[in-house]
C-alpha cells in the first residue's frame, strides 16, 4: 500500500530566476506538494532523468541549456508532464513548445493561482485517483450551492438548471472567488480545447450562466468579465 507520501505528487522546478523559483516552490509546498528547485537546463535535465517526477515546470531561457532542447532531450526516454514557463508570449512560441512535447504553457507573467490550477488539472489528468488533490462534491459560495453529483446548482434556495460545461465552468469560477481567471486556461480546463481569440464559445457559455443566475436572484455584478483577461466570480 502506498504511503501519503509516496501519493504526493512530486515537482520539478527548472527556473533560474531564484526568486521566482522560491515563490514558486514555497507555494507548491504550501499545497502540499513536494518540490525540487533546479536553477539551470544541464542539471534540470539530470534530475528530470535520474528521478521521478510527476510534473516538471520547465522555464524556456535557461542557463546552459535552454528548454527547448532539454525537452527534446527528455522526451526521447521519458514521458514525464512537462509545463512550460516563459516570457517568450509570442505564438510560435508556444506552438514549438506543444510540438515539442510539452503538455501545458503558462507565459509570464502569470497569476499564481492559475498556475496551481493548471497544475491541479494537470495531475488530474495524468495520476487520476493517486492525486489526492481532488475536488470536493459539494461547494457552497454564499447563497450559491453547488453539487456535482447530478449536476444540481441553486441559488438563495431556488434551482438553477445548467449544462454540463456551464456548470464546469460555474464551479471552476466559484471554486476560486474574487480570483481572474484566464480565457486560455478556461478554455482547457472547460471546453478542454486550446484557446481561439476569434471563439466566442467561453462568452457565451458564461452569458447563460449568468442570465439564469440573475432570473435566479444573483445580481449581475457577481460574475464579471474583465476585459483582456479573462472571468472572476466575486
Known amino acids: 500500500m502506498a504511503t501519503p507520501e509516496q501519493n504526493t505528487p512530486r515537482i520539478l522546478v527548472i527556473e533560474d530566476d531564484r526568486t521566482l523559483n522560491g515563490q514558486i516552490t514555497g507555494l507548491l509546498e504550501a499545497q502540499g506538494y513536494q518540490t525540487f528547485p533546479c536553477f539551470e537546463g544541464e542539471g534540470g535535465l539530470m534530475s528530470a532523468l535520474g528521478q521521478r517526477f510527476d510534473l516538471i515546470l520547465l522555464d524556456v531561457l535557461l542557463p546552459r541549456l535552454n528548454g527547448f532542447e532539454l525537452l527534446s532531450r527528455l522526451r526521447k526516454t521519458h514521458q514525464t508532464p512537462v509545463m512550460m514557463l516563459t516570457a517568450c508570449g509570442a505564438e510560435e512560441e508556444r506552438i514549438r513548445g506543444y510540438r515539442g512535447g510539452a503538455d501545458d504553457y503558462l507565459p509570464k507573467p502569470f497569476n499564481f493561482t492559475e498556475l496551481v490550477l493548471r497544475i491541479e488539472a494537470l495531475l488530474r489528468r495524468t495520476r487520476g485517483a493517486n492525486d489526492q488533490r481532488v475536488d470536493p462534491?459539494?461547494?457552497?459560495?454564499?447563497?450559491?450551492?453547488m453539487e456535482r453529483p447530478g449536476v444540481t446548482?441553486?441559488?438563495?434556495?431556488?434551482?438553477?438548471?445548467?449544462?454540463?460545461?456551464q456548470f464546469r465552468l460555474l464551479w471552476?469560477?466559484?471554486r476560486q472567488q474574487g480570483e481572474v481567471l484566464s480565457k486560455p486556461y478556461l478554455y482547457q480546463v472547460?471546453?478542454?480545447?486550446?484557446?481561439?481569440?476569434?471563439?466566442?464559445?467561453l462568452d457565451m457559455h458564461l452569458s447563460r450562466v449568468r442570465r439564469k443566475l440573475v432570473e435566479a436572484g444573483m445580481a449581475p455584478d457577481r460574475l464579471q468579465t474583465v476585459h483582456g483577461k479573462g472571468y472572476c466570480f466575486l
Open 137 to 145: 462534491d459539494r461547494l457552497q459560495v454564499g447563497e450559491l450551492a
Open 153 to 165: 446548482v441553486a441559488f438563495a434556495g431556488t434551482p438553477v438548471t445548467l449544462t454540463q460545461i
Open 172 to 174: 471552476i469560477l466559484a
Open 190 to 201: 472547460v471546453l478542454e480545447r486550446e484557446f481561439s481569440r476569434y471563439d466566442r464559445s
